[in-house]
Structure formats: C-alpha cells, structure tokens
C-alpha cells in the first residue's frame, strides 16, 4: 500500500521558474527520501533526509521534513527542461529494509 | 557500467505461463530489493534479502511469486502460472544502507 500521497499530482511550469512538491504519510519514520523517475534512467535518488533533520540541501534542491505534520517537502530552484519527471516520496520506518512510495508529481517543465 | 542490472527489459508472456527475471545488484551491497510499479502508482515493496537471506516479504507477493539470492550476489524473481493482473514494471535495488539504487525495471506483459 502507499504510505501516502504527494502534492500536486500534476504540476506544469516554465523554464527557470521553482517547483514545489509536498509528501505527506502516515507512520513514523527513520528517514524520507526523493526519487525522480523518468523514461531514459528510471528511478534516480535524490536526497536523503533524516527524521532529526529539518531541512537539507543539495545543488538546486532543497527537501524540508516536519515530523509533527507527517510531512516533506521539495524544492526545485531555476528548473531546467531535463528536471521534467515524476518525483516520488518515500518513507523508511527503520532497518534499512522497505521503502514505501507516495503516488507521486508529475512535473512538466516547459521552455 | 556498475550500477544495477536487470534481465530482461521486457517480458511478454501469455495467461498461465511461468516467467524468471534476474537482477544483480552493485556488487558491495549487501542488501537487495524487488519493488513492483503499474502505471501511475509508485513502487510498492515485494521482498528483501540482506546477504542470501530473504528478510522480509510483502502480502503482495502471493504462492505464485518466489524470489532467491544464492550465495547472497544476484536474485532471481519467478512468477509461476501469471495472471494479468502481474502486468507490470519490476524493479530491484540495492543498497549499502539508506539510499536505495535501482536498476532499470523488467516491464512485464501478460496477454
């Protein structure tokens, strides 16, 4: 079952504009975690953050996580054409053993 | 290449029919993964190895369904007697601990 569910489904910008995308879920977590998928390289890892940690950062990412609002989000600064994929959430309870998927964004970069 | 690799890229069988995909993981990893996506959805967990032990198995994965990792290097999927409802994409990773690398999907068929 998805742990939960990121927002918007759905998202359609320009060129050099920010995208955010928001996961919320549904149990505690050990740490949360951003994937991209597209077509030409599957499913990519993005950023890892930890359930300590409020907010980190990598290139033109930026992921923040509220554990009392069960929720995460991602920033995409100055996108580009190539940033066009599906984004997922994905929530590790502890263990190091599954990682269970939000439904995703879909984020269409235009030029 | 040294990322993870998957066999084949695509299956197509017919309804009753046996199908085995194969993954090998990053060859350091200790632990491996299999996932199942359908269109829209994101991955939902199947099974875990750590080493040549299956650690943990998802109610998804029916009698149908058996997974191995001899000598704790590549893994195997098998799905005896398909149904269509097993159309989908197959994903393994591999991880060293927290992130997760994937490797580009078995997308099955089943007419």
């Known amino acids: 079952s998805q742990q939960g569910e990121e927002d918007p489904q759905a998202l359609s910008i320009q060129e050099g504009e920010n995208a955010t995308m928001n996961c919320s879920y549904k149990t505690s977590i050990n740490n949360l975690q951003w994937y991209r998928q597209n077509s030409g390289r599957g499913l990519v890892h993005l950023i890892l953050i930890r359930s300590n940690e409020r907010e980190k950062h990598s290139g033109r990412l930026r992921v923040t996580l509220d554990t009392s609002k069960k929720s995460s989000s991602l920033l995409i600064t100055a996108s580009r054409a190539a940033d066009t994929a599906s984004y997922f959430c994905a929530t590790d309870k502890g263990g190091g053993n599954k990682l269970t998927f939000g439904t995703g964004t879909q984020l269409k970069v235009e030029l | ?111």
Not at chain 2, 17 to 40: A, K
Not at chain 2, 71 to 91: C, N, P, V
Not at chain 2, 103 to 111: A, D, E, I, S
């Open chain 2, 1 to 111: 290449d040294t990322g993870v690799s998957q066999n084949p890229r695509h299956k197509i069988t017919k309804r009753g029919q046996n199908v085995t995909f194969r993954c090998d993981p990053i060859s350091e990893h200790n632990r491996l993964y299999w996932y199942r996506q359908t269109l829209g959805q994101g991955p939902e967990f199947l099974t875990y190895f750590q080493n040549e032990a299956q650690l943990e198995k998802s109610r998804l994965l029916s009698d149908r369904f058996s997974a191995e990792r001899p000598k704790g290097s590549f893994s195997t999927l098998e799905i005896q007697r398909t149904e269509q409802g097993d159309s989908a994409m197959y994903l393994c990773a591999s991880s060293p601990a927290g992130e997760q690398f994937f490797g580009p999907g078995t997308r099955l068929t089943v007419l």
